[in-house]
């Protein structure tokens, strides 16, 4: 079988082992899961440059690690952290709290970063979405517990509607609506992360992967 890099293919991406996507996955296009688009690449990278210049006015020449939560905040963490001028540090902690449906579950901190990252250190604790608050807030209390000398909040996304416990994140790029939205970093059972946009998922495909 001909290998699917063979660019001497007429119709390159088609090959043998490749259909066609629109045969082969059923969901493709991507686009056709969405029902509106919430914010564009352009709105939200001008958003986290409003955000990248408050992060580096306020910590001035003192040095920080940026801590991002794994999954969901990777993508934002890195645009972000590519508009912030100046040396730091970037370190990692997984949470878990959605499983695959669009309620929140039982929090689970999958793993911390090494205490040496944490002890004494100024932190910028990023997520993608400030929800219920439960995440931001359990992850925040365990990195002061281990010793951070400060830990400062940036969300991408906030729904204040939404809130369960009193927390507000010192920086965040936009608040949303009571909807449940992907892309840009952000799931719905583990998918649409790639989207280059926001938008709010079709209601067929909640209710086809929800009864499933
Ligand atoms: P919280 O603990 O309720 O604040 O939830 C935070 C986590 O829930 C985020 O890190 C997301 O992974 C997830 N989450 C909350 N709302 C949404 C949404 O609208 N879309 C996708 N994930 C969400
Ligand atoms: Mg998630």
């Known amino acids: 079988m001909a290998a699917c890099g063979d660019v001497s293919k007429k119709h390159f991406g088609h090959c043998a082992r490749h259909p066609h996507p629109t045969t082969q996955y059923p969901g493709y296009p991507v686009k056709n899961h969405i029902e509106r688009v919430l914010f564009d ?3 939200i990278l001008k958003g986290i440059d409003r955000v990248a210049a408050e992060v580096t006015a306020c910590y001035g020449s003192e040095e920080f690690t940026v801590v991002s939560i794994l999954k969901g905040s990777c993508v934002f963490a890195s645009d972000l952290i590519r508009r912030i001028p100046v040396p730091l540090e970037l370190a990692f902690v997984a949470a878990s709290s959605y ?20 002890e004494g250190r100024n932190l910028l604790l990023v997520d993608d979405i400030l929800d219920t608050g439960r995440t931001m807030h359990a ?37 949303v609506e009571d909807l449940f939205v992907v892309g840009y970093g952000l799931d ?25």
């Open 188 to 212: 719905f059972a583990g998918r649409y992360r790639n989207l280059p946009y926001v938008g709010a998922l079709r209601e067929e495909i909640y209710a086809e992967t929800l009864t499933r």
């Open 41 to 43: 690449e352009h709105e």
């Open 99 to 118: 499983g695959d449906g669009t309620t929140s579950g039982e929090l689970k901190l999958n793993f911390l970063p090494a205490e040496h990252e944490i």
């Open 139 to 175: 992850i925040k209390q365990e990195l002061i517990k281990m010793g951070a000398a400060n830990v400062q909040t940036c969300v991408f996304l906030d729904k204040p509607s939404r809130r369960a416990v009193e927390f507000e994140s010192d920086y965040r790029v936009f608040e």
